[in-house]
């Protein structure tokens, strides 16, 4: 069964890794700068599953289901610790997010912008 299944949105996701952490008492351990470096860390390992493998590998680990699961959990932690760190800060994710893709239809219109991946072209150098 997945998240969507269940109905959870993110309140409910963000209620949920509070339980789970005030279960084990480790918001003691849930400073911003060590939040910070968890979320770090786990995009590292996110990283490091595809990190020096050829395009045939990777398309190996993404169209397997084994390939698929360690992908999904090293999402899920960076994720978590996402959440958490916004938690502990308490920073309105879900506001966060839509202030940024307004600024960014600012700054990149889709007209302008279609089909560039150079950052240094998208902003015009």
């Not at 279609?114 to 072209?121: E, F, L, Q």
């Amino acid at each position: 069964m997945t998240a969507d299944d269940d109905g959870w949105d993110l309140r409910e996701v963000v209620r949920k890794l509070r339980a789970f952490r005030d279960a084990r008492d480790w918001s003691q351990f849930h400073a911003p700068k060590d939040l910070a470096a968890a979320l770090a860390i786990e995009a590292g390992e996110l990283q490091q599953l595809f990190l020096w493998k050829r395009p045939d590998e990777i398309e190996a680990i993404v169209t397997s289901e084994e390939g698929r699961g360690h992908i999904a959990a090293e999402i899920a932690d960076v994720l978590t610790f996402a959440l958490y760190l916004a938690d502990r800060l308490e920073i309105d994710v879900a506001g966060a997010i839509a202030a940024k893709i307004a600024r960014n239809e600012s700054r990149y219109p889709a007209d302008e912008h279609r089909g560039v991946a150079d950052r240094a072209r998208r902003r015009g150098r």
